[in-house]
């Protein structure tokens, strides 16, 4: 191979390829970043702008607060639940999806919500579970009282399963397409009996799909204001919804900063034990 | 077990699709309340349509969307060909710098890049929260998602049809343009789909971007959504998803023919 021609020419082809995206990076990944870190160390000015002093007071009023707490255990408890909700509902969904004849038809049905945009598919719970919605609808055509549903935490955890639901069936998808059923067989002629089969010779081979699938829903499934926003009525409060209100009405951007922080370091967190389960080729697979 | 398989794939099926069912049919409903369907009508759509600002939504919406698409792909696809090709410090650094916009929740990514904006504004006194900025916002996260994709057919491509072109005299840039480009095209354009429709999508980040006179489509849905229930809302819904299903039928197509 003819080497390029001298190591000027060669930092000059890196850095037209590499130098606009990496700079483009740098100065609206990066740097915001770093600005929201330090503005969650200022204080609230009269204005509700961000001044002097620096200090940890905002991470000490966020831990110290029991409703702060409360609104991160709530976040987490909710994630969690829809996230296990949605691999119920998707897990033999996939297994079904990588088993028919009908494949890319199927898979264009999973593919058409997740494309939907995100307000209309969470809108359309709201016409659901309204006071005159289609529920209710049901409900009184079998001459019951119509029931208050919305709004609910009932509402918040349907939505949030049926957003996040594609984010999971996708790539576990790609996990059971790639399994190799022949362990299965092995597992037959060894004497196991099918659940047990399954459970040992196809389970293992999903795992890197469902753990990939679970940190697609749960980290959006935590970090949202829209569903609890709008299905919520206000009476669900998520850090996503807190952070969302420092920065609105509230107007104290050094507090939303530090709750943002905090919502962040979490996220990082279970990346990184992610990462130290499954190396840097999960991450890359988690897109 | 076949049969129990089916019967959950089809009632997560009816899930998914419930909803969006219950919009389309109410988009075409006369009574203006509930769910009592009494009688056809277009009336809601017509009335969609006399709304002038829904226009200027929508414009906002594709410019937004096309700029930052233009823009992402080619810094995305750039950004991908020297990552796969150089060696260099700082290379993981910037790998992982490229997860943060995919994993971090989007209300993060928002009010991060809110906070660029104010103190570059209070500094300099530009730029105002407009489309502008709406649009450096999307490409942020857009460059990320178009880098992975095409870093990921890259890493296919038979390095020695490089070298043959190298060797034949080709220059770098001939060679990028008539070898490397053409191969890597169906990840560009797969990016850029991606991109596309991530960018029509997004409501998040466009809410703490946007500023006054530059509302996009989702903004405008949120507030009305807000306000309540209508069904000129259920109208404007069934045109997008009857969008996004040509959409994703015309490229499922596009892709098969391809193939």
Do not use: C
Not at chain 2, 15 to 39: D, E, M, W
Not at chain 2, 220 to 233: A, D
Not at chain 2, 242 to 247: A, D, F, M
Request: proline share 5%; hydrophobic share 55%.
């Amino acid at each position: 191979m003819r080497e390029a021609a001298t190591p000027w020419e060669r930092l000059r082809q890196m850095l037209l390829t590499i130098g606009p995206g990496a700079f483009w990076l740098g100065l609206f990944v990066l740097i915001p970043t770093l600005i929201m870190l330090v503005a969650s160390l200022m204080s609230r000015g009269s204005l509700g702008q961000l001044v002097p002093p620096f200090g940890l007071h905002n991470y000490l009023r966020f831990f110290s607060d029991p409703l702060f707490v409360e609104i991160i255990g709530r976040s987490l408890w909710i994630g969690f639940w829809s996230t296990v909700f949605i691999m119920l509902l998707g897990y033999p969904l996939a297994f079904y999806i990588a088993q028919s004849r009908h494949k890319e038809v199927l898979l264009l049905l999973v593919v058409i919500p997740f494309f939907t945009n995100f307000l209309i598919r969470v809108y359309a719970w709201i016409v659901v579970f309204q006071k005159e919605g289609l529920l209710n609808g049901l409900i009184t055509a079998f001459g019951f009282p119509p029931a208050e549903l919305l709004p609910s935490t009932l509402a918040v955890y349907v939505a949030t399963v049926y957003t996040y639901l594609p984010f999971f069936v996708l790539p576990l998808y790609a996990a059971v397409e790639r399994i190799d059923w022949s362990q299965l067989e092995a597992a037959y002629d060894l004497g196991a009996r099918p659940i047990r089969a399954f459970w040992e010779a196809i389970f293992p081979q999903t795992v890197p799909g469902l753990f990939a699938g679970f940190l697609l829903v749960f980290i959006p499934a935590v970090g949202t204001f829209v569903i609890a926003d709008l299905l919520g009525g206000g009476k669900i409060t998520l850090i996503g919804n807190l952070i969302q209100l420092q920065f609105g009405s509230a107007q104290n951007w050094a507090f939303g900063s530090a709750a943002s922080m905090v919502l962040m370091a979490m996220v990082l967190l279970g990346l990184w034990l992610y990462a130290r389960t499954q190396g840097e080729r999960g991450l890359y697979k988690l897109v | 077990m076949k049969r129990l398989l089916s019967i959950h794939a089809w009632l997560v099926f009816a899930f998914l699709y419930l909803p969006i069912v219950v919009i389309v049919a109410l988009s075409f409903n006369k009574s203006r309340f509930g769910v009592q369907f009494t009688g056809f009508t277009f009336d809601w759509y017509i009335r969609l349509f006399s709304n002038e600002r829904i226009l200027e939504y929508l414009t906002n919406t594709l410019i937004v969307a096309v700029v930052s698409t233009v823009v992402s792909t080619i810094l995305g696809t750039l950004l991908a060909v020297g990552l796969v090709r150089y060696q260099f410090r700082l290379q993981t650094a910037l790998r992982y710098l490229l997860y943060v916009p995919v994993v971090v929740p989007d209300v993060v990514m928002g009010i991060s890049l809110l906070l660029l904006f104010d103190l570059v504004r209070d500094a300099i006194g530009w730029p105002r929260l407009s489309l502008f900025t709406i649009i450096l916002a999307h490409i942020s996260f857009q460059i990320a998602y178009v880098t992975l994709v095409v870093r990921a057919r890259l890493m296919l491509l038979d390095p020695t049809l490089e070298e043959a072109a190298k060797d034949l005299g080709a220059t770098p840039w001939l060679t990028f343009r008539e070898v490397t480009l053409p191969l890597i095209m169906p990840g560009v354009v797969s990016g850029a789909l991606l991109a596309f429709s991530l960018s029509l999508d997004d409501f998040v980040v466009t809410f703490f971007t946007a500023g006054p006179g530059s509302t996009t489509l989702p903004l405008y849905i949120y507030s009305s959504v807000k306000l309540g229930v209508s069904p000129e809302i259920h109208a404007l819904s069934t045109l997008m998803v009857g969008i996004t299903i040509l959409v994703l039928l015309l490229g499922t197509l596009f892709w098969r023919k391809r193939a």
